[in-house]
């Protein structure tokens, strides 16, 4: 019988859709800036914590879906930006920022268990030499 998430194919789809849906669920932000305050591209910590995990969180998804090689490092990257970037910015704001903060982390927390799965490893040649 197969545990649950041993299948690489099921695992790398629902880290695909979680990455995608995060980059969509940032993009807001992301568009604010740009047609608001489109100096503030200028600044390193904008660029860091609001562009560079929708890129990475887009770009690992389709990594992850075509098979690439690249597509497992670049959906780790984008998760743990994420869970930087809600650390960061996410802090406080009472209850409901409390629990976007939990549920954020959790799904990033589950996102990087789905990606170090063994058959998902195996999948992208991670850990192999």
């Known amino acids: 019988m197969m545990r649950q998430f041993d299948d690489p194919d ?5 880290a695909a859709i979680f990455l995608f849906i995060g980059a969509a669920l940032q993009a807001p932000q992301l568009l604010q800036i740009l047609f608001t305050e489109a100096s503030a591209f200028a600044e390193p910590l904008v660029l860091l914590l609001v ?8 770009a690992g998804g389709y990594g992850l879906l075509k098979g690439k090689r690249w597509g497992w ?3 780790l990257v984008a998760a743990v930006l994420s869970i930087v970037q809600t650390l960061l910015l996410r802090a406080g704001g009472g209850p409901l920022g409390a629990l976007s903060l939990l549920l954020s982390l959790l799904i990033d927390g589950f996102l990087i268990y ?16």
């Open 51 to 58: 562009v560079l995990p929708v890129v990475t969180a887009v």
């Open 73 to 75: 490092p670049v959906a």
């Open 10 to 14: 099921q695992a790398v789809s629902i």
């Open 114 to 129: 789905l990606l170090f799965r063994p058959s998902v490893r195996a999948r992208f040649g991670v850990g192999q030499r």
